[in-house]
Nanobody, 122 residues
Framework: QVQLVESGGGLVQAGGSLRLSCAAS????????MGWYRQAPGKQRELVAK???????NYVSSVKDRFTISRDNAKNTVYLQMNSLKPEDTAVYYC????????????????WGQGTQVTVSS
């Protein structure tokens, strides 16, 4: 099993910045794609950004000019740098990763973090 531990959420004024971190731990053979999703109350969960194991990235159009996703493979950690935050960015942000583990056999599956609240005041 893989645990995803998130940090960095909080309250920030419009125009400010936050950096989210998510560290994966467990009997990890490899971590493949990693990403960040967000969900506001009453809204669908949406993909914000993702990054492949080789560093290719993509973003939802609403954050493309403001957010940057990156990863540190030595630490099995993914980051989301969020700049020029807007009130509409307010949501619970979830880390997501696909990882291969060894629990007597190799298993590839998707994991989710617990979520971290990001609130942007106007």
């Amino acid at each position: 099993q893989v645990q995803l531990v998130e940090s960095g959420g909080g309250l920030v004024q419009a125009g400010g910045s936050l950096r989210l971190s998510c560290a994966a731990s467990g009997r990890i053979i490899s971590v493949n794609d990693m990403g960040w999703y967000r969900q506001a109350p009453g809204k669908q969960r949406e993909l914000v950004a993702k990054i492949t194991g080789t560093g290719s990235t993509n973003y939802v159009s609403s954050v493309k000019d403001r957010f940057t996703i990156s990863r540190d493979n030595a630490k099995n950690t993914v980051y989301l740098q969020m700049n020029s935050l807007k009130p509409e960015d307010t949501a619970v942000y979830y880390c997501n990763a696909r990882a291969v583990t060894n629990s007597g056999y190799l298993l590839s599956r998707e994991y989710w973090g617990q979520g971290t609240q990001v609130t942007v005041s106007s």
